[in-house]
């Protein structure tokens, strides 16, 4: 979601920034790991039994599954570059891919996911039929292959937000603005429906992928749907609410941005956005921990059908969101779990890796300007040979907030109770507040304010983590530092970063600038990609990214549009290695409106699936809103009366072969 375009426009942004700000740093606090004893495996025996094993291997790609030394050392300075005809940027109705290539609608908004779903009738729309039917905004996408299979899998899918004045007719936007006057009960529960998750079988027959109806995996999310709060904040004072005294049950998810898959094939999905489904007056102890996450947002009036939603009657149900939710897409009568030692911030995305040590290490940005850089060490280790002993493993370990040093190395501080100024004198009385309000913790700790940290990917090939910062226009000169180094980051960047000794778990790392993004015809832009990077090739707003299983980053953006960059979204290729580190061409283009979300490879990399969010809307400078009568295009149906419609799209090379 676009800060400068989104609903958040409504909300008084600024405010818990300036207010978020200059808290001290301690830096006593980043001098011990704490009781973190992680179970050492000799990584050979690891190794053997990762490669060896069949129930894991099952479902996900051999470089996944390979321990970070080992992969590290296999493929070593051996990345190959990209070998595609660029397309040319720009902005149309349509989306445009690179020759030689399809890219074929997979599944769309209203299509049939649960058997019994309706067909699509978008002047219709019912709770119950969008509660069977593909939700709104596909934002991260996950495949889990069957039997190890590139050509048959599940395909996971978030479904991150609505647009209420494309989705539906005759009502334009709905905000506080408008006080959500056309915004009845029944479209509520539309939105609410169009939220959270799909679960659903695809396979590839005679090239072509196409989604097998009525599959026994087949599974919808909402904003409704039964989860359990696991962790250290379980059954905590701040989680209970009237309608659930344990501190343990939650409806639904919101706002799943990006997520990823575990080496055992469960689904990692981010609650990003959560504030802005909240309203009500913020009042008495509540109110600093609730100004800090920005809630309540008012970006929904969803609280005025159901209390819940309403942070008066409801103090502490926000707190029940803004976590990773762990769910097994195998069995689809799964409880999701929302896994509080993560932490709660906006996560962007959960990129991880399994440890030389077989611990397993979750890399998470929390998308807000000014906001950190956050990774979970898991206290257990990675089972190989059997799935469910995997579980629980991300009940227990240490989360961490970054540091970046002017230097180039950086600091990873724990968020432990009892460590540094994490005590209850400051506030913290356990470990369960310091994860609830992770982001006041970090504020504590000293962390460094970063220009919006979305998505992160490690490469398991070099040990190497992407970091995504997509912008930040709210940065002035004087709050510049070394990572972060443009005042009015229109832009963004992208941060590399390396752990000490290879060691994912390690207190230390190195980082540098991969590049700065904007047009580098522009000098006062400033922007650092290679120079033979043609005038297509050059991208703003880094937000989500893939590595493919040769190890080469893949970044699609948030935020071009003909006003901002004179280009759509798109997926962009990046060499990051050799001569050619920092050049970008690109691979894919987006429908006007749409932003480039869910990048992800199968594991013999010939299908790259990609996901068109919110195709028509209107872009920045645009003189009327767009709406359902009136979208910036009618992608991907192109028929009268039909909206845009946010859709997957499964590209695969004509004629077979590996994408790139
Ligand atoms: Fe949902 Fe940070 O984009
Ligand atoms: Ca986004
Ligand atoms: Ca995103």
């Known amino acids: 979601m676009t800060q400068s375009a989104d609903r958040s426009a409504n909300a008084p942004l600024s405010v818990q920034y300036e207010e978020s700000e200059d ?187 196409g989604v097998v109806p009525n599959s026994t995996f087949a599974r919808r999310i909402t904003a409704d749907t039964p989860m359990v709060v696991t962790g250290p904040a379980a059954g905590h004072d701040l989680m209970k609410t009237n309608a659930d005294p344990t501190g343990t049950k939650v409806l639904g998810m919101l706002n799943n941005c990006a997520g990823a898959m575990t080496p055992w094939g469960t689904w990692l999905t981010c609650e990003e956005n959560f504030n802005g489904y909240f309203w009500g007056k913020a009042e008495g102890a509540n109110e600093k921990a609730l100004k800090r996450y920005g809630a309540p947002g008012n970006w929904y009036n969803w ?19 803004g976590w990773v939710v762990e769910i097994d897409p195998f069995d689809p009568n799964s409880v999701p779990k929302k896994r509080t030692a993560l932490g709660r911030f906006k996560h962007e995305g959960a990129g991880n890796i399994v440890n030389r040590d077989g611990r397993f290490v979750v890399y998470s940005g929390d998308d807000e300007r000014f906001d950190y850089v956050y990774k979970f060490v898991s206290e257990g280790t990675v089972n190989t040979t059997n799935r469910a002993a995997n579980a629980d493993l991300l009940d227990k370990g240490t989360l961490y907030v970054a540091k970046y040093n002017a230097d180039g190395t950086g600091n990873w501080l724990p968020l432990v109770h009892g460590q540094g100024p994490l005590t209850a004198a400051n506030g913290f009385p356990d470990q369960a507040t310091v994860l609830v309000q992770a982001r006041l913790a970090a504020d504590a700790l000293g962390a460094t304010k970063m220009d919006r940290p979305e998505d992160i990917d490690v490469n398991p090939r070099n040990g190497k983590a992407y970091l995504m910062l997509t912008n930040n226009s709210r940065r002035r000169p004087e709050q510049v530092d070394a990572a972060n180094p443009r005042a009015d980051n229109k832009f963004g960047h992208i941060i590399e970063m390396e752990p000490d000794g290879g060691d994912h778990a390690a207190l230390a790392f190195k980082w ?27 991208f703003g707003m880094p937000d989500n990214c893939a590595v493919d299983n040769a190890g080469r980053l893949w970044v699609s953006t948030d935020g071009n549009s003909p006003a901002a960059t004179g280009r759509a979204d798109g997926v962009w290729a990046m060499e990051t290695d050799g001569a050619a580190r920092g050049t970008s061409k690109l691979f894919f283009r987006c429908p006007n409106g749409a932003e480039m979300c869910g990048p992800y490879f199968t594991p013999d990399d010939e299908t790259f699936f990609v996901a068109v969010q919110h195709p028509g809307e209107a872009d920045d400078d645009a003189k009327e809103p767009a709406t359902f009568e009136k979208p910036s295009t009618r992608w991907p149906d192109f028929k009268d009366g039909m909206p845009p419609r946010p859709s997957v799209i499964a590209i695969t090379k004509r004629g077979g072969g590996k994408i790139g």
């Open 23 to 209: 808290l001290g740093s301690n830096t006593s606090a980043n001098a011990t790991l704490g009781d973190v004893i992680a179970v050492r495996y000799d990584r050979r025996d690891l190794l053997k039994g990762l490669l060896g094993c069949t129930a894991i291997a099952a479902t996900v790609s051999p470089v996944a599954l390979m321990v970070a030394e080992e992969a590290r050392a296999q493929g070593a300075n051996t990345t190959p570059s990209f070998n595609f005809k660029e397309i040319a940027a720009g902005s149309d109705e349509r989306h445009h891919v690179a020759e030689g290539y399809d890219a074929d609608i997979l599944i769309r908004w209203g299509d049939a996911v649960v058997p019994g779903a309706p067909a699509f009738d978008p002047l219709g729309q019912t709770g119950a039929a969008q509660a069977k039917q593909f939700g709104y905004n596909n934002d991260f996408l996950g495949f889990a292959p069957i039997d190890g299979k590139s050509d048959h899998g599940l395909l996971v899918v978030n479904h991150e937000y609505t647009n209420e004045e494309l989705m539906f007719p005759k009502l334009g936007r709905q905000d506080t603005t408008a006080k959500f006057a056309g915004m009845t009960k029944e479209l509520a529960e539309v939105e609410m429906m169009a939220h959270g998750g799909s679960v659903i079988e695809i396979r590839r027959q005679n090239g072509k992928w």
């Open 303 to 321: 609280g005025q059908y159901f209390d819940r939603f309403d942070v008066a009657k409801e103090p502490n149900e926000v707190n029940r969101f």
């Open 512 to 538: 540098n600038i991969l590049v700065r993004c904007g047009d580098p015809s522009v000098a006062a832009v400033g922007a650092t990609f290679h120079p033979n990077t043609t005038k297509d090739g050059w």
